[in-house]
């Protein structure tokens, strides 16, 4: 990556009307992608989950985030803790399990005992040794923001205000009352493509009607007149729709709270890094791509219906229908995004101009460009 100069980036930056796409090393560097970890995953707010999958004192869920492991747990006072999950030790995982509910996190290696709280409480032999506090040590503590029933986390130990970073959403999609829904289900899909890829094929929706009509394409209706853009690079994206079902109706009625509006209502934010929102008239859809490498991402998908719902004697069966349908959805876009990606490592590839309907992706891969490539104080 020594020879890239910021020049190389002259063909995206240009207007709309006379832009290129981003050229192919962004998307399969490796000298990238640690830069991309350093600039934005480091230091921004990052999506990592639901409050009610941690609802009770000791339950707890472990992740691996772009190489960072990470344990969020509940303590016995009922706070919302986040933790490097890291012995201090030798740097073992102290939370094995995916998820669960513990009394202590004891290293699995050689037995140093974490409470709660992330608080040193034992270690074995260790207790005279000269200049060893143990009362005062503890697990990396995590910065933690919650938002509607939503988990944010920072890495940052100085972190951006997360009022101002939280306000698109507030103003877009506070309407949905994230925090009386719950999870539908969860899933996490492995795709094989860098994390732009995937993150630009959810606001691009200028394929929608070709890749796509087969599944919904036909159902839906934009333009870039309801498009609106916002700060570092997101967007909210005003549209008509319909529920994400094989016929578009909702299987589980309208959310009580939207009952006056409109069954076609849609509309879709991004917030940096790789966050998506997804709004309809019967659920709230957060999705979040995770970087695995520079040419691997998971999908992480989140379906949040009404907690009234959840009583239906066919709620199973209907949640399966709205999960099939997403991961049919999700296969058509899962061709052309790996598509894509091999194209960047060929000689052959030139990025193409972008169509006025990329507005979206243009504005991204601008404010992209610039935190990543820029002079270090603008990231
Ligand atoms: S690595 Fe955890 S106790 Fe040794
Ligand atoms: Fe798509």
Not at 126 to 155: A, Y
Not at 182 to 195: D, Q, S, V, Y
Not at 201 to 211: A, E, I, K, S, T
Not at 333 to 339: A, H, L, P
Request: net charge negative; charged share 25%.
């Amino acid at each position: 990556m020594a020879d890239i100069d910021f020049g190389d980036f002259d063909a995206v930056l240009k207007d709309l009307e006379e832009s290129r796409h981003a050229p192919g090393f962004i998307y399969c560097d490796p000298q990238v992608f640690k830069r991309e970890k350093e600039r934005i995953f480091m230091k921004d707010w990052l999506y990592v989950g639901r409050e009610e999958e941690v609802s009770d004192p000791g339950d707890f869920m472990t992740l691996r985030l772009v190489g960072e492991p990470v344990v969020l747990v509940r303590d016995r006072e009922g706070t919302l803790r986040a933790f490097i999950n890291m012995c201090l030790h030798r740097g073992v995982e102290v939370a094995e399990e995916a998820c669960g509910n513990a009394r202590a996190f004891r290293c699995p290696y050689h037995g140093w005992t974490y409470d709660l709280s992330g608080k040193l409480t034992g270690a074995q032999s260790m207790k005279d040794l000269p200049g060893f506090d143990m009362p005062n040590q503890s697990l990396r503590p995590v910065k933690l923001e919650t938002w509607h029933g939503n988990i944010f986390i920072c890495f940052d130990a100085d972190p951006p205000p997360f009022k101002a970073f939280i306000q698109d959403l507030e103003e877009n999609f506070s309407f949905l009352r994230m925090d009386k829904c719950r999870m539908g289900f969860k899933l996490k899909i492995p795709f094989e493509c860098n994390w732009k890829f995937a993150f630009e094929n959810l606001m691009d929706f200028y394929h929608v009607p070709v890749l796509h009509v087969k599944s919904f394409g036909s159902r839906v209706r934009w333009g870039n007149d309801g498009v609106e853009l916002n700060k570092l690079g997101g967007c909210t994206i005003n549209y008509t729709t319909s529920p994400s079902t094989p016929g578009g109706q909702p299987l589980l009625g309208k959310m009580p709270w939207l009952e006056h509006e409109d069954v076609t209502l849609g509309r879709a934010g991004y917030l940096q890094p790789s966050l998506s929102m997804f709004a309809r008239i019967d659920y709230a859809g957060p999705m979040v791509i995770w970087p695995i490498d520079e040419t691997h991402c998971e999908v992480w998908i989140y379906r949040l219906f009404p907690e009234e719902v959840f009583q239906r004697p066919d709620i199973e069966e209907k949640l399966k229908v709205y999960h099939d349908f997403q991961i049919t959805v999700l296969e058509e876009d899962r061709t052309m995004i790996e598509s894509m990606q091999r194209a960047m490592k060929s000689r052959s590839y030139v990025p193409g101009r972008m169509a006025p309907l990329e507005k979206t992706v243009h504005h991204y891969l601008n404010s992209y460009i610039r935190r990543v490539f820029g002079p270090e104080e603008e990231s």
